[in-house]
């Protein structure tokens, strides 16, 4: 079985500032983690995922999340954030790569001027 | 190129209707799925479709929900006799299946249900 946490709700940042959404997972088999970003009446879309190549993953819009086996974590960042980045931001994480993914219940991001 | 389309993008039921929310996969992706998103929920998954195969379908919460996939493209979620507790959006997405480091979902917008 496997689950994700995504701590905090709601976070909100400063136009410029560091964004830091929080992931933590519980998976009795090595993780496929990813990380999925929805903005409002639309799809999910998918901003980058970790297939155990590497442990930090870069993915689009300059988004980047690393994968600490220790921590059983996979947070996500990016140094500076858009107005455009405010959204609602989902965790998932799936035992195989191609199989049901498991959703965290999301972070909505806000970003004031 | 076209992605996931579902349609119709809204739709209001009375408690009791019968409702069908369709889904148009990616052209040739060979892997279907339907999650249904609560509000202020992330999505939970239905129902897994490999070509015209139903593998999963544990996450079907009542009997009153059906799936199919009869040509192994287009799919239909059914679910009769509808409840206040099925509103929600139901979002459907589709994968190629085949490298499987190239394995991603793509999410079509959803069909927002409303059940009064």
């Known amino acids: 079985a496997q689950s994700v946490t995504q701590l905090g709700s709601h976070v909100s940042v400063s136009e410029g500032a560091l964004v830091l959404l929080r992931c933590n997972y519980s998976s009795s088999v090595p993780p496929y983690l990813f990380w999925y970003v929805q903005y409002p009446n639309q799809g999910l879309q998918l901003l980058l995922k970790?297939?155990?190549?590497?442990?930090l993953v870069k993915g689009i819009n300059g988004f980047e999340a690393e994968f600490k086996k220790s921590e059983t974590s996979f947070h996500l960042t990016k140094p500076s954030a858009h107005m455009r980045d405010a959204a609602e931001y989902f965790c998932a994480v799936s035992l195989t790569l191609g199989s049901r993914l498991t959703f965290g219940e999301g972070t909505q991001l806000t970003v004031n001027p | 190129g076209a992605g996931v389309s579902q349609s119709p993008r809204y739709k209001v039921a009375k408690r009791g209707q019968d409702v069908a929310l369709r889904c148009d996969p990616i052209?040739?992706?060979?892997?279907l799925f339907w999650y249904q998103q609560a509000l202020g929920q992330g999505p939970e998954f239905l129902t897994y479709?490999?070509?015209?195969?139903?593998?999963?379908k544990s996450g079907l919460p009542s009997d009153r929900f059906f799936a199919e996939r009869p040509e192994g493209s287009v799919s239909t979620l059914k679910i009769q006799r509808t409840q206040q507790e099925d509103s929600a959006v139901y979002l459907c997405?589709?994968?190629?299946?085949?490298?499987?480091?190239?394995?991603?979902?793509?999410f079509g917008p959803g069909t927002r249900l409303l059940v009064l």
């Open positions: 052209s040739g992706h060979v892997s």
């Open positions: 970790y297939t155990s190549a590497a442990t």
């Open positions: 479709f490999q070509n015209e195969a139903q593998l999963d």
């Open positions: 997405a589709s994968s190629q299946d085949r490298e499987w480091y190239q394995e991603t979902q793509y």
